[in-house]
């Protein structure tokens, strides 16, 4: 499953999946973001575009610490590792500014929160001490394999399910009515907008299930639809 400790992480498909392309999609999906904040001449103006610079900035420079870690090996990660925290720490913490400010919802920020805690965790468990336990906790011991004079023992802890879900990294984000808001945000930023246009701003959720959302709007009357195939644009109803 993981890639041997003297290999380069480049080699290890599940790193290059979890760690480096999902950093890549948070980048995209902060430059999308970013794109449709426009500049208000309102006194704070230049601070707001400053943290708007900054966030972009940040995101850009967790990107590039992240590309390097592929040219080392998994036991290097360690080493690497806090490194990369203080990376996605700097993101986060920027976001929140940006948020505070109002120009970005706080809808947004909760998607860019939970897929940094996810990125997070998934370089914490590509860490060689952690992936070498994995398989330990995701095959627990059967009643087959358990001495007869204990079977006869009731235990306490067999009603408790086995903890192996945290251990593969999946999308944070699931919650209709979550991502139907977050459709509308995007739409009010940007009218006219395509699938894919939309579906910059959700990391780790496919064309399809944005397709889904935004037909699901269409048919309550928020959103309507002009064009056909890959000419369609989408926009909000006023």
């Not at 704070?44 to 900054?54: D, F, L, Q």
């Not at 996605?88 to 500014?97: A, F, M, N, Q, V």
């Not at 336990?133 to 009731?154: H, L």
């Amino acid at each position: 499953m993981f890639a041997r400790g003297a290999e380069r992480l480049i080699h290890d498909a599940h790193y290059v999946a979890y760690v480096f392309k999902k950093t890549e999609k948070v980048c995209n999906a902060v430059y999308f973001i970013t794109s449709q904040i426009t500049d208000v001449s309102q006194g704070h103006g230049h601070a707001s575009t400053s943290i708007v610079r900054e966030v972009e900035g940040s995101a850009l420079a967790l990107l590039g610490k992240v590309q390097t870690t592929l040219s080392r090996t998994r036991d290097e990660l360690p080493a690497i590792a806090p490194t990369l925290s203080i990376g996605i720490l700097e993101l986060s913490s920027k976001l929140s500014i940006l948020a505070a400010t109002g120009r970005l919802s706080r809808e947004h920020l909760l998607v860019f929160q939970q897929e940094l805690d996810t990125l997070e965790r998934a370089i914490y468990f590509h860490e060689p001490d952690r992936a070498i336990s994995m398989p330990k906790v995701a095959a627990p011991r059967t009643i087959r394999e358990t001495p007869k004079a204990i079977v006869t023992t009731p235990s306490p802890r067999k009603p408790t399910p086995s903890p192996a879900a945290p251990l593969s990294p999946t999308p944070a984000v699931s919650d209709t009515s979550s991502r139907s808001a977050l459709i509308k945000d995007v739409l009010m930023k940007s009218p006219a907008s395509s699938i894919k246009d939309i579906s910059r701003a959700f990391p780790d959720v496919s064309e399809k299930t944005v397709q889904r959302e935004v037909n699901t709007l269409i048919a309550r009357g928020a959103v309507r639809k002009e064009g056909e195939k890959r000419w369609s644009r989408y926009s909000l109803v006023s």
